[in-house]
């Protein structure tokens, strides 16, 4: 489904198997559903996934599961987040949805940017940069659509709230974006046993 093009520091995944260990991530790595990635503090990762570039980054102390599933042609995709602090920079979504889980909230788009700060004891925290979010608390049901510059807040007592974002409350992209693309190829052999390389160029 995705596949992981940057990693800093340390950085695991637990594969979806029935092998309950953690290894280190590298870049270049494919993602299926249910593989599981955690980062230490101050690490870092990006992961892009295969149908579309839409690209999720990770910082430090973050733990999240990759789910996804195929609905006709397109690929409803799902980061089942129990802590810590993600962005997703998300294609427009021709199929299927695209949607950040936490044990407090669901965050579901379309296509758009947005960060996702989720601590198991107060809540999330859901900064929009642009387009919309739909955010709905699980406790107690209440939805709310969060526009460009715009903070969802979803707290563990069911609370939601929406307000104007603060920038200093928004947290800091530590991804080294300015530099020239660079591109990632993928080897791997189809149906037929033909040989294919998937390119994916990123910054």
Request: proline share 2%.
């Amino acid at each position: 489904m995705a596949v992981i093009t940057k990693v800093r520091g340390n950085v695991e995944i637990r594969k979806a198997s029935s092998n309950p260990a953690f290894t280190p991530v590298k870049a270049g790595q494919l993602l299926n559903d249910t593989d599981f990635i955690r980062t230490g503090a101050n690490a870092f990762a990006v992961l892009i996934y295969l149908d579309d570039k839409s690209m999720v980054k990770l910082k430090g102390d973050t733990n999240l599961e990759i789910r996804g599933k195929r609905v006709g042609k397109g690929l409803e995709k799902n980061l089942e987040i129990t802590g810590g602090t993600v962005r997703a920079v998300v294609s427009k979504q021709r199929r299927g949805e695209f949607s950040v889980t936490s044990p407090t909230s669901v965050a579901s788009v379309k296509g758009t940017s947005f960060w996702m700060v989720t601590n198991s004891q107060t809540g999330d925290a859901v900064y929009n940069e642009e387009g919309v979010v739909q955010l709905t608390n699980l406790v107690s049901g209440d939805v709310a659509d969060l526009l460009a510059n715009q903070t969802g807040i979803s707290t563990t007592d069911g609370g939601l709230s929406v307000a104007a974002t603060i920038a200093a409350n928004v947290p800091v992209d530590e991804d080294d974006s300015g530099q020239e693309p660079r591109e990632l190829r993928i080897r791997f052999r189809d149906s037929d046993g033909t040989e294919k390389v998937l390119i994916i160029k990123y910054n």
